[in-house]
């Protein structure tokens, strides 16, 4: 249905006068729990959103059964809670504290600041579900954990949740992997195996992570486990969303914060971000901006330069979003986002130089991301309707010192005196629609579908030049490539409480892709120039089966079958023309085996949420590099994985929380490709066997609104392989990152100071960083940022 058609249902929505829609009877059962988590339940249930329920505490007992319309429900839920409700409108609820008596002003108990174990409300199954009552290994963090935590963009999150790694080769260049399933470190033409989502549209294909800064945003989700029955293609190990705050349409608010560190032997840092939300019309339309500048200082030297604190970084970025309420069943969110990044250096360095680098060419990165979105929800005759369209520009540049490429030397006969320079630029545009119908209410049968659609154009040309002693420049290989990709697909799912407490669910989806390639290359004698076109489209379906157990006490226990996959493609990159063996690469599939549990104990104090699985993936496609350092995709063969994950949470009364989490994995790899590598590696690379986290909370009220919060965060990465091939033996890992702070907050300023990497530690993170000597000289990557300390100060109002 296209978006035109959407809007002008839900004008005839408004015309027809569904403001009586708090008034409709919902069928509710919420077993006995707290004031909080029943408010959620009813938000899930009935279809729609509650605002503040932290404001009712963690306490209360509160339990519901039958059918009543919004209001009844509220008052019955909240009969004796500290807290009251005001329905906004039909599809919007707003807890507030009950107001305090005349008189001083009491102290806050510490169980009333924001803890770790909550229960949230995520979309990341692309309708509203607590996040215990998915069949699926679904985390997330909230906004005021990721404050909390410091974490101010995605590399600094990843510990804070099971089974989340990322690569380190640097700001917007790395790539995530979820539950230890690697297609390897590399990048290249072969899709990302995690899909990251800025709010409801996809933001990635075979680029590297935007690396988007975290400001003024709700939660972090992440679904572990192949997606691509709802997400399609990309989601091959899950989905990393990142939800913004939207516009409120009743009252404005605003927030400033700023940031200064300083780094051992490095340059300072600093950070300024800030976000205004203004209602236009209250009740009815409201813009929210939000801004942010960061300067990561460098602190790498170059042995040959001798220049200092080469690798620093500057992010600019921001957004803008408009919320338009189309009477009290449709709602319109426009969504405008961009961000700036620039890279002065890369940040490996050399153990021969000392720990330092030592390179005759800067080897910077750019990173632009420019992002425009609509989406429409609303009620169309019963029926919940959401359609969404997005438009995403992402360039991304990196240059590359192939002074050290001893093939192209060779090949090409130039002097060892001249420097080698490789640049890479790459261009992506994707529109993106996906139309969502799911059924409203929570009764025992729903169902969902879905049809979505994407095209995008990448654009990747890419040179190598030689500069000889005397500054003359020559071009000895030029590839100006272009790749078209349309994929469609219908989608859908359906639930069924076939017996109290038993629900099974089955979905699928059902998609096209197509992938046309066109390729103009340039090579210098004795190379060989060519051109070319080529296309090809892959078909298929991909289903999802899950059976969950419910108990009266809020627990549950799952099994869940689901699959993921991504299209084949095309190599073009040589210095000669490609073996037909190794000319194109196929699909991949995996088929994701899982068995789970998510329970609370003692009152809903502790959460503890654990997954175990088994996955088998087909064909798996993995981006490599030649000897020459130019870049391919092959499948290498097939693998087995084995897991086993586990979250668990504690909050005590008197202001501590703490949550852990860890992964447990082994892979070993079968049928392997021996056209690609004479000898493989049997695990997959990148990924250790054991990886985990901690964060611990410690809130404590002092005078007034005063509180003092100390917040430490720790994550573990064990050790793991660079590469499928075995005749590249680095290691890397066996590392941890830490992260302590101590804050004095208000409910209107808040003051921090904090240490990241407290013991300095100087492990290697990635062994790897230029792809035209990492095979012959020994990377590393600077083991994380050296010992830094900090200042933060922030206010709202």
């Known amino acids: 249905m296209p978006l035109w058609a959407l809007l002008a249902g839900g004008f005839a929505a408004c015309a027809a006068g569904s403001a009586g829609a708090a008034d409709a009877r ?3 059962s919420i077993s006995p729990k707290s004031y909080a988590d029943a408010l959620i339940d009813l938000g899930v249930q009935a279809n729609i959103s509650i605002v503040g329920t932290s404001a009712c505490g963690r306490g209360g007992r509160a339990e519901l059964s039958g059918r009543f319309t919004v209001d009844e429900a509220l008052e019955r839920l909240l009969d004796g809670a500290p807290c009251r409700f005001r329905i906004v409108d039909a ?21 009333d600041q924001p803890m770790l174990v909550s229960e949230l409300v995520v979309t990341a199954a692309k309708r509203p579900a607590s996040l215990d009552r998915l069949p699926a290994g679904v985390s997330a963090i909230s906004r005021e954990q990721a404050a909390l935590t410091g974490a101010a963009d995605v590399g600094q ?69 192949p997606q691509g029955a709802l997400y399609g293609s990309g989601a091959l190990s899950g989905i990393y969303r990142i939800v913004t705050r939207k516009p409120d349409l009743d009252a404005p608010a605003g927030g400033l914060a700023a940031t200064l560190a300083a780094t051992k ?79 002065r250096d890369a940040q490996y360095a050399y153990p021969a130089y000392g720990g330092q680098r030592a390179n005759r060419i800067r080897e910077g990165h750019d990173n632009d991301f420019d992002h425009a979105a609509l989406t429409l929800t609303g009620d169309l005759d019963g029926v919940g309707v959401s359609s969404s369209t ?52 929570d009764g025992r049968f729903g169902w969902l579908a879905g049809a979505f659609g994407s095209v995008s154009l990448e654009r990747s040309p890419s040179f190598v030049e030689f500069v000889s002693a005397t500054g003359d420049r020559t071009v000895v290989y030029r590839e100006a490539r272009k790749d078209r990709q349309a994929e469609l697909a219908v989608y859908g799912e359906g639930r069924y409480e076939f ?31 060519r051109v070319g076109a080529w296309e090809r489209t892959f078909q298929g379906f991909s289903p999802k089966l899950s059976l969950q157990r419910e108990f009266g006490d809020g627990n549950m226990v799952y099994a869940l079958i689901s699959e993921g996959y991504r299209p084949g493609g095309f190599n073009t990159a040589g210095l000669q023309p490609i073996r037909p063996a190794r000319f194109g690469f196929r699909p991949d599939r995996l088929r994701n085996f899982e068995a789970g549990a998510k329970l609370r104990f003692f009152d809903g104090r502790m959460a503890l949420r654990a997954a175990s699985y088994y996955d088998e993936w087909a064909n798996i496609q993995t981006d490599q590099y030649r000897l020459t350092g130019l870049a391919y995709t092959a499948n290498v063969g097939d693998a087995r994985v084995y ?76 050790a793991s392989l660079l590469s499928f091939d075995a005749t590249l033996q680095p290691r890397m890992g066996d590392f941890v990152r830490a992260r ?58």
């Not at 919007?92 to 169980?111: D, F, K, L, M, Y």
């Not at 942010?292 to 790498?300: E, F, N, S, V």
């Not at 009477?327 to 620039?342: M, N, P, S, V, Y």
């Not at 390729?519 to 004698?525: E, F, I, W």
């Open 26 to 28: 919902v069928r509710v």
């Open 91 to 111: 599809r919007t609820v707003r807890i507030t504290p009950e107001p305090q008596p005349s008189g001083p002003r009491p102290v806050r108990r510490p169980a």
């Open 157 to 225: 999150t990843v510990g804070q949740v099971a089974g989340v790694l990322t690569t380190n080769l640097g700001p917007g260049r790395d790539k995530l992997l979820i539950r230890a399933l690697s297609d390897g470190t590399f990048t290249g033409r072969a899709r990302s195996t995690v899909s990251t989502y800025l709010d409801q549209a996809p933001i990635n294909y075979n680029a590297p992570d935007p690396d988007l800064r975290l400001v003024d945003i709700e939660r972090v989700e992440v679904v572990r486990g």
């Open 265 to 343: 032997g490095g340059d300072p840092s600093r950070e300024v971000e800030g976000y205004l939300s203004l209602p236009l019309a209250t009740g009815r339309a409201a813009i929210r901006l939000a801004a942010y500048h960061d300067r990561r200082g460098g602190y790498l030297d170059d042995a040959l330069s001798g220049e200092s604190n080469l690798d620093s970084t500057v992010r600019n970025g921001g957004r803008a979003a408009l919320r338009l309420r189309l009477g009290d069943a449709w709602e319109l969110d426009a969504l405008a986002a961009t961000q700036h990044l620039r890279s």
């Open 390 to 441: 997005a438009y995403v520009r992402h360039t991304y540049t990196s240059q590359y010192d192939a002074s050290d490429a001893v093939e192209f030397y060779n090949f090409f006969r130039r002097p060892r005196g001249d420097a080698g320079a490789y640049l890479e630029n790459t261009r992506v545009s994707m529109l993106v629609e996906d139309l969502v119908l799911r059924s409203r209410g």
């Open 499 to 529: 017996a109290p407490g038993w629900t099974a669910t089955v979905g699928g989806r059902l998609f096209e892709t197509r992938v046309r390639t066109s390729n103009d290359l340039r090579v210098l004698a004795p190379g060989v120039s």
């Open 643 to 718: 897991g086993l994950e586990t979250e668990v949470g504690y909050d005590w009364d008197f202001g501590l929380s703490v949550q852990a989490n860890v992964l447990v994995a082994d892979s070993r790899l079968d049928d392997p490709n021996m056209d690609f590598a004479t000898r493989l590696n049997t695990a997959l690379p990148g990924v250790p066997k054991t990886s985990g986290g901690l964060v611990a909370v410690y809130q404590r009220p002092l005078t007034g609104d005063l509180v003092l919060r100390l917040a430490g965060e720790a994550s573990y990465v064990g």
């Open 740 to 797: 302590l702070s101590a804050e004095l907050a208000t409910d209107v300023w808040s003051a921090a100071v904090f240490v990241s990497n407290p013991l300095d530690d100087a492990s290697d993170t990635f062994a790897y960083g230029n792809p035209f000597s990492y095979r012959t000289i020994r990377q590393v990557t600077t083991p994380q940022r050296p010992r830094t300390l900090g200042v933060r100060l922030s206010a709202a109002f």
